[in-house]
């Protein structure tokens, strides 16, 4: 008897403690995370670009660099998770991609020289924590302050970024080019 139960608490604990999603939870994660990266998008652009209508880049830039931060705390309380936005060419310190957000844009900027689909990707981690992570890509108004200078960046621009971020490298950008990761990491 006394293995019966051994046996049995031992393969609770093992499904208990699975690192996988069954189909029906990477659904349910994939909806929420993509709810919670659009509304952060939303928030962040219309707050953006409020700033850019009444000052241009010289209003813009500054508000970003001081109340981007904010905004996504604010809404990380809010849907209790942690939103992080990153990239591997940043403009703040800050946002500095975890090893496994590397390997993910790594694999997107493949899949985008291979012409494919780039999908969210939600996972279990090795402390139990669940993930989702989705590309951002570059539209055509983020080329104000994240293009080509004398393209779609102006030399006005670029040094009021480099005057606020000094070791800015978050430019060069075309339209529909990989500009980085959502990654959310639910609280529950």
């Known amino acids: ?49 409020t700033q850019m209508k009444a000052g241009g880049p010289a209003q813009a830039i500054p508000f970003c660099n001081q109340e981007a931060s904010p905004i996504t705390e604010a809404l990380s309380k809010k849907y209790n998770v942690e939103i992080k936005r990153t990239s591997n060419k940043l403009r703040s310190c800050d946002n500095d991609p ?13 899949l985008m020289l291979e012409n494919k689909e780039l999908k969210p990707i939600v996972e ?30 102006t030399v006005e621009t670029d040094s009021i970024i480099k005057s606020i971020y ?7 950008y075309t339209e529909g080019d990989l500009r980085g990761l959502w990654s959310i990491t639910f609280n529950k």
């Open 1 to 49: 008897m006394f293995k019966k139960v051994l046996i049995l608490a031992v393969l609770i604990s093992f499904v208990s403690c699975s690192s996988e999603f069954s189909e029906k939870e990477k659904q349910e994660y994939t909806v929420k995370g993509k709810e919670i990266a659009q509304a952060t998008f939303k928030e962040l652009s219309t707050n953006l670009m």
């Open 124 to 153: 279990i981690d090795e402390n139990q924590k669940k993930h989702f992570y989705a590309p951002i890509k570059i539209k055509a108004n983020c080329l104000v302050c994240h293009g080509k200078v004398n393209e779609t960046m």
């Open 166 to 172: 000094q070791f800015d490298i978050a430019t060069g």
């Open 98 to 110: 975890s090893e496994r957000e590397i390997e993910i844009m790594d694999s997107y900027e493949q």
